[in-house]
């Protein structure tokens, strides 16, 4: 079955570096999300994409966060200057086209440590 | 605006017991709901969603889930359990017709006890 798949798994950065989180989505998936979820707290939605621009983001997702489809495949988070709160796992999900109870599938998380 | 309520972050069953998962939601439209699951060091898998039609909705490992609209829930059952179900259970809801986001429950840790 079609998977959703995430480089790194774990990615350790000092604060202030910039880090970019990568995913493939499944390949006729259209729609694109990133979530976090910060050491027991809940999975927090931060930003969907759609033909090429945001469709939705959340408070979370600020200026220092950006998103690109740089080609085909890839899907990227960027962070440009990282804080220690940032420490989280990031969860990339796409969904297919069609119909709208189409489900996320999610890939496996990076695993974000800020020091 | 939608939220889901999962009261409680533990739950412990022995094997072959009935596992209940209790999640209710709120939802300003009609709303799409689904359970995940996520194993240690692992994704969110879907278990089972609810869109229209049918209100009992069956999953993949044996678990299924009642969509009761009067009460707002989506609880999640499984008769017998298994140790292989023991894992983290996320209930999330999308509001209907729309690309929309998940609202994700903080989740439910359940154990099987052998």
């Known amino acids: 079955e079609p998977e959703v798949t995430q480089t790194p798994s774990h990615q350790v950065t000092q604060m202030g570096q910039e880090v970019i989180l990568r995913c493939v989505p499944i390949?006729?998936?259209?729609?694109f999300y990133w979530y976090r979820q910060i050491l027991g707290q809940k999975v927090e939605f931060l930003v969907s994409f759609y033909n090429n621009e945001i469709s939705e983001k959340s408070e979370i997702f600020d200026d220092q966060f950006s998103v690109e489809r740089p080609d085909g495949s890839n899907f990227t988070l960027k962070i440009r200057s990282t804080k220690l709160e940032d420490s989280a796992m990031y969860f990339c999900?796409?969904?297919?086209?069609?119909?709208?109870?189409?489900?996320?599938?999610f890939g496996d998380g990076t695993r974000l440590s800020i020091l | 605006a939608q939220s889901v309520t999962q009261l409680g972050s533990h739950v412990s069953v022995s094997e072959g017991a009935l596992v209940l998962l209790r999640c209710n939601y709120s939802?300003?439209?009609?709303?799409?709901l689904f359970w995940y699951v996520q194993y240690p060091n692992q994704g969110l898998q879907l278990l089972l969603k609810y869109t229209t039609g049918a209100t009992l909705v069956k999953g993949i490992n044996g678990f299924e889930a009642e969509f009761k609209k009067s009460e707002t829930s989506f609880h999640l059952t499984k008769p017998s359990a298994h140790m292989s179900d023991a894992a983290e259970y996320f209930c999330a809801v999308a509001p209907s017709g729309a690309n929309s986001k998940l609202t994700f429950g903080k989740g439910i840790t359940l154990s099987v006890r052998p």
């Open positions: 939802s300003s439209v009609p709303p799409y």
């Open positions: 999900a796409s969904r297919g086209r069609g119909l709208q109870n189409q489900p996320q599938h």
């Open positions: 390949s006729n998936h259209l729609y």
